[in-house]
């Protein structure tokens, strides 16, 4: 471990930025949060100077210069290049992160997926670290995992190791994910899935006889059905049918004896999607202990720091 005492660190969704300054503690020094940019995006410029902007800022406003910079970002990586590729949640072919911010700051830069980046913040800043094999399991745009096995990061060849959003969790609805492939679960369960799964669902059910219902948000579904609407309700014991295949597989994929849950779409309804996922869960490997987040949202962030820290280490 070297003895870097700031590090600047970076969380990039599909729909914000979340930047900050964080001492080696743990602590959040400075913090910062915008939507992603939606200017042009000719190799995706206009969202790595944003994220540029957004630390300069930071610098200015504490007076920190940072000893180097972590990066957690929604994937597909290319951890040879630096660079976010071909990600279903974002729309420039390829964002080159790493090398133009090392460059710019004159610090080294660590990048990983957000999930990895998710579990690293909580073993090391969370409550997990007495896991033989924690998975990290976040609800958000999409849907992506990140792994901790005796103490060493699961990364796979390409650094995209945990891609669960994209297991096959059904063939009867026939939702389409935003890669491209059907029945992905990311498709189904994920802030940008449900309201497709929700449609589809309600046309099958309703086998034409039903008036269309408008779009409706994710949110808005799932607060009709924590309201008590009957129609909601009937539709999130599907998504939990849909959910626990998901968790099924990752719990037969990885054996994990502590698995923790992050995102809003969980955050937001702990027992109206997490509790009822939990009882569909198939009994064929010892069922894991399951917890939501404490790090309310900052587990990529965070992790991403604990990354920058560790340079050369992990």
Not at 58 to 81: E, L, N
């Amino acid at each position: 471990m070297n003895e870097n005492t700031h590090v600047a660190s970076v969380d990039l969704g599909a729909t914000n930025i979340r930047a900050g300054i964080i001492r080696k503690d743990g602590t959040v020094v400075a913090f910062s949060a915008e939507g992603v940019s939606k200017g042009s995006c000719a190799g995706g410029r206009a969202v790595t100077e944003q994220i540029a902007s957004m630390i300069s800022s930071m610098i200015k406003k504490t007076g920190i210069t940072p000893d180097a910079i972590g990066i957690s970002t929604a994937g597909p990586v290319d951890q040879k290049a630096g660079s976010v590729i071909r990600s279903p949640n974002m729309h420039c072919p390829e964002i080159f992160l790493r090398e133009p911010l090392s460059d710019l700051f004159g610090v080294p830069a660590v990048m990983l997926s957000d999930c990895k980046a998710g579990v690293l913040g909580e073993y090391f800043y969370g409550d997990a670290a007495s896991a033989h094999t924690v998975v990290y399991l976040t609800f958000s745009t999409g849907i992506g995992c990140g792994v901790i096995a005796n103490e060493s990061l699961l990364s796979g060849a390409d650094g995209n190791a945990g891609e669960v959003g994209h297991v096959l969790v059904d063939m009867n609805y026939h939702v389409q994910c935003g890669c491209g492939g059907f029945g992905h679960w990311e498709a189904y369960a994920s802030g940008s899935g449900i309201p497709k799964f929700f449609r589809s669902w309600y046309e099958k059910k309703c086998e034409g006889r039903c008036l269309a219902k408008a779009d409706l948000s994710t949110g808005q579904i799932l607060q009709s059905a924590n309201l008590g609407s009957r129609l909601f309700l009937e539709f999130t014991e599907e998504l939990a049918v849909v959910n626990g295949r998901g968790l099924s597989t990752v719990i037969a994929a990885y054996n994990p004896d502590l698995m923790i849950l992050d995102g809003p779409v969980v955050r937001n309804y702990p027992s109206l999607v997490a509790g009822k996922m939990a009882t569909q869960v198939e009994g064929y490997l010892r069922m894991p202990e399951i917890r939501l987040t404490k790090l309310e949202g900052k587990a990529p962030l965070i992790g991403a720091a604990a990354a920058a820290f560790r340079i050369g280490v992990l």
